[in-house]
């Protein structure tokens, strides 16, 4: 499955953003969508998920209460709805599919990455 990340940019600290992920040629319902982000000199980490079904969501600590992953199967899109950006946000970030997936577990196809970039 082909993945396209959009939406990133350059943004203040306390902005929002909200990046977008479409499977094209593909049904996003049949896929558990990842959010990963990999900020420059450190690991790629994990930021949230969202099952097949999009019932269940998973976040990563530093990102609790203030992003928000979602489905909307109609647009074929899985959103990344990011509030309250802080400097230590900024980093490449990816979406990543896995066929029928839980969300939390690991994925398969990637996409390319978008910057995000929160200045201070």
């Known amino acids: 499955v082909q993945l396209q990340a959009s939406g990133g940019g350059l943004v203040q600290a306390g902005d929002s953003l909200t990046l977008s992920c479409t499977t094209p040629?593909?049904?996003?319902?049949?896929?558990?969508i990842g959010w990963f982000r990999r900020a420059p000199g450190k690991e790629r980490e994990f930021v949230a998920g969202?099952?097949?079904?999009?019932?269940?969501?998973y976040y990563a600590d530093p990102v609790k209460n203030r992003f928000t992953i979602s489905k909307d199967n109609a647009k074929n899109t899985v959103s990344l709805e990011m509030n309250s950006l802080k400097p230590e946000d900024t980093a490449v970030y990816y979406c990543?599919?896995?066929?029928?997936?839980?969300?939390?577990?690991?994925?398969?196809?990637w996409g390319q990455g978008t910057q995000v970039t929160v200045s201070s």
């Open positions: 040629g593909r049904r996003v319902s049949d896929y558990a």
């Open positions: 990543a599919a896995e066929l029928y997936g839980s969300g939390r577990g690991s994925y398969d196809h």
């Open positions: 969202i099952n097949y079904f999009g019932a269940y969501t």
